[in-house]
Structures are given as structure tokens and as C-alpha cells.
């Protein structure tokens, strides 16, 4: 019979098995926070475009302006991107967790079923252009709705077809061009991580545009790199690499991928200095938003 005073004690985690158990953590508090608003909050997104188109028609017919739900919901996404980065790019809107999500399948079935060592990329020649893809859109969509003729594309929005899914509501007929336009950019959202955010999101324009305070933005120290070590950029869904490609920030989803990859542990926010676990500030931001978001009326279960 064995003495357990006589068993030897479990040999103590080596330096990176904690770091990984740590990652892992951290990744599954990201997935259940995604899930949740996934959930509570599909049409997020959508709710915050409509205050840009309510803003372009009423100031194209000369209207005077008023502070309904869609501009406050606005406003709120805009101030919470200002103070927190585009947390909500990373991890409230349904849209960008959907193209995650099919990303992350369609890379599992390359590898398992096509034995490719590599997921499909965009290079970065032809996905950098891209990028200013979305503020033509912008564009294109604020200038219809300043001339009143917004209604052209009814019918035509993907965003509206995928709400009325979430909401197990089966889009009629006549929006037959936006189930065409979710069917390719899903087929998108496959071959490249965040197609629509990257390339077509006219939310992600805006977003992309605002200033973050310096505390909330991702940072890097490269003096300390690893030769030849390019995990964060390789790892980074919009292909940023942190610290030094500046005029990139305004893309950074704040998804924290890189964060979790790096081996010498040179990516931050200067917040986390004040809250050291990564996964307690993710929360915190959570439970923020979510307290804002039902604030707004964006709550589906209230
Ligand atoms: S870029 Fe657009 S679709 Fe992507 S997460 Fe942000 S708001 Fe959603
Ligand atoms: S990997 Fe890092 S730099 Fe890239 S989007 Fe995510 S947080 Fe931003
Ligand atoms: S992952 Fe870390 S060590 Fe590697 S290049 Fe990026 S910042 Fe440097």
C-alpha cells in the first residue's frame, strides 16, 4: 500500500507551461464574453450604423436634429471606442464574432481535411489596398443617405438580413440582394481573417478614424524582440504589428491576439499596469459595456 507522506510532490509548472495556462484562460474568458453579447446583443452594429444614417438624412433634408435611441447608441459606441479602443470590434459585435467564428472553421478544415500547414491569407500587397475599400463605403452610404435616396438599397443590407436570422426570423423575399451579399461575404470571411471588418465595414470606418487615449492602446517594446520573430504581426487578423506600424492603429479590433502570442511578453496597454490580469480588465470592460448597452435599449432580453 502506497504512503502518500511518501509521494513526490508535483513538480512545479515550468515558466512557459504557466504562461500558456494562462493564455488559455484568458482566450476562454474572450470566447464566453463573445458569446454573451453575441446573444444579448446581435444587432448592435446595426442599431449604431442607423445613427449615422438618421445624422446624414435629416442634415441632407435640412432637418433639424434630435437625440433619438439610434444617436445615443452612436454616441455611446463612439465614447466607449474613444476611452476603450475598438474593444467593441473584438468582442460585442455579432458581425465581427461571425466572421471569427467562420475564420476560425474554415482554418480548422484546411488543416484537418486539406492538410495545409498554413490557412489562406490575403497578401499583403493586395489586402493592405483593401483596407480603404470601407471608406469608399463609408462614403458611398452617407452621401445616399445625404440626398434622401438611402432607399434605393433596401432590401440590399447583409447587416439587416443577418439581424433578422439572429432573431430567427427568416428575411422575405425582397431581401434576396442582401442574403447574395452575406452568402459571398461569408465565403470572404473564410478565406481572410475579418473580411468585413478589414475591407467593407462602414462602422469599422468610422471606428477606424477615432482617436484612443493612450492608455487603452496596444503597445509594444521591440528592443527586446526575438530575431526574426514576427508571431504578433503573423497572429494579428488585420496583420498590424504592434508599435511600429503607426498609421495602422486605427485598424487594431483590440482582439489582444498578440498579446497572447508573444513569446518575451513585450505587448501591453499602459492599463495593465494597473489591473496585471489581462482576462480581470477584459471582464471589467464586459460588464461596462453590457451595463451600457442595456443603458441604450441594446439588451434583446429586456
Ligand atoms: S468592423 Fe464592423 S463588423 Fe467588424 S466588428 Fe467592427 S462594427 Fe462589427
Ligand atoms: S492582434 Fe493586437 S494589434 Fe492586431 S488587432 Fe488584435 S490587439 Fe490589435
Ligand atoms: S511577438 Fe513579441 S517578440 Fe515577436 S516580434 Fe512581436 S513583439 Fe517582438
Not at 432637418?63 to 468582442?91: D, H, I, P, Q
Not at 494597473?274 to 443603458?295: P, T
Amino acid at each position: 500500500m502506497n504512503d502518500s507522506s511518501s509521494q513526490t510532490p508535483p513538480k512545479p509548472l515550468s515558466a512557459a507551461a504557466l504562461k500558456e495556462r494562462k493564455t488559455r484562460r484568458k482566450m476562454l474568458v474572450g470566447v464566453g464574453i463573445r458569446l454573451v453579447f453575441f446573444v444579448t446583443m446581435p444587432a448592435a452594429f446595426a442599431t449604431g450604423f442607423s445613427g449615422i444614417k438618421y445624422l446624414m438624412t435629416a442634415i441632407g433634408a435640412g432637418e433639424s436634429l434630435s437625440m433619438n435611441s439610434f444617436v445615443w447608441t452612436l454616441m455611446g459606441l463612439l465614447a466607449f471606442t474613444f476611452l476603450f479602443g475598438r474593444f467593441f470590434c473584438g468582442y460585442v459585435c455579432a458581425f465581427g464574432t461571425l466572421g471569427d467564428a467562420v475564420y476560425g472553421l474554415s482554418a480548422w478544415i484546411q488543416k484537418k481535411v486539406f492538410h495545409r500547414k498554413k490557412p489562406l491569407v490575403f497578401p499583403d500587397k493586395v489586402y493592405r489596398p483593401l483596407q480603404k475599400v470601407k471608406y469608399v463605403v463609408l462614403a458611398v452610404l452617407v452621401l445616399l443617405c445625404a440626398l434622401g435616396s438611402y432607399s434605393l438599397l433596401t432590401g440590399w443590407s447583409p447587416w439587416n438580413v443577418f439581424s433578422r436570422l439572429t432573431a430567427f426570423q427568416w428575411p422575405s423575399a425582397g431581401y434576396i440582394g442582401g442574403i447574395v451579399l452575406l452568402v459571398l461575404i461569408v465565403i470572404g470571411m473564410a478565406c481572410q481573417p475579418r473580411f468585413f471588418c478589414q475591407f467593407l465595414c462602414p462602422m469599422g470606418a468610422v471606428f477606424s478614424l477615432m482617436p484612443v487615449l493612450p492608455f487603452s492602446a496596444v503597445t509594444s517594446r521591440s528592443e527586446n524582440c526575438l530575431k526574426g520573430c514576427q508571431a504578433c504581426r503573423k497572429n494579428c487578423p488585420v496583420g498590424i504589428k504592434p508599435g511600429e506600424d503607426k498609421f495602422l492603429d486605427g485598424e487594431c479590433v483590440a482582439c489582444e491576439k498578440c498579446m497572447h502570442v508573444c513569446p518575451k511578453g513585450n505587448i501591453h496597454r499602459p492599463t495593465h499596469k494597473i489591473i496585471r490580469h489581462e482576462w480581470v480588465s477584459l471582464v471589467l470592460k464586459a460588464v461596462l459595456f453590457f451595463v451600457m448597452g442595456v443603458f441604450l435599449g441594446l439588451c434583446r432580453f429586456l
